[in-house]
Nanobody, 126 residues
Framework: QVQLVESGGDLVQPGGSLRLSCAAS??????????IAWFRQAPGNEREGVSC???????NYLDSVKGRFTISRDNAKNTVYLQMNSLKPEDTAVYYC??????????????????WGQGTQVTVSS
């Protein structure tokens, strides 16, 4: 049974930093390395893809976060991280991680991902 658990969301001032974590379980160790993506959804907005990392460690980013956010993975811990720097109020949202078991490559399309976590709240405000 695949499970994704996000953590690290918090209230932070503009210009601050946060690191989100997505712990994945249920994938066949050594056989399945999923692509993992981060999505976010602010009130009244559609869910949008923020960043993803493939099984081969290629990455993609939403234009508005390029240069500020960095995605990485630690396969030994089955965890993917999203380092978020220079945060802006418009980054405020619930952040979700999602997994694509067949993730040789990755994209930021909602429909590409089969498994989802419950989300973690990020609030950027003074």
């Amino acid at each position: 049974q695949v499970q994704l658990v996000e953590s690290g969301g918090d209230l932070v001032q503009p210009g601050g930093s946060l690191r989100l974590s997505c712990a994945a379980s249920g994938f066949t160790l050594g056989l399945e390395v999923p692509a993992i993506a981060w999505f976010r959804q602010a009130p009244g907005n559609e869910r949008e893809g923020v960043s993803c990392i493939s099984a081969l460690d290629s990455t993609n980013y939403l234009d508005s976060v390029k240069g500020r956010f960095t995605i990485s993975r630690d396969n030994a811990k089955n965890t993917v991280y999203l380092q978020m720097n220079s945060l802006k109020p418009e980054d405020t949202a619930v952040y979700y991680c999602a997994a694509d078991p067949g993730g040789i490559s990755c994209g930021l399309e909602f429909s590409s991902y089969d498994y989802w976590g419950q989300g973690t709240q990020v609030t950027v405000s003074s």
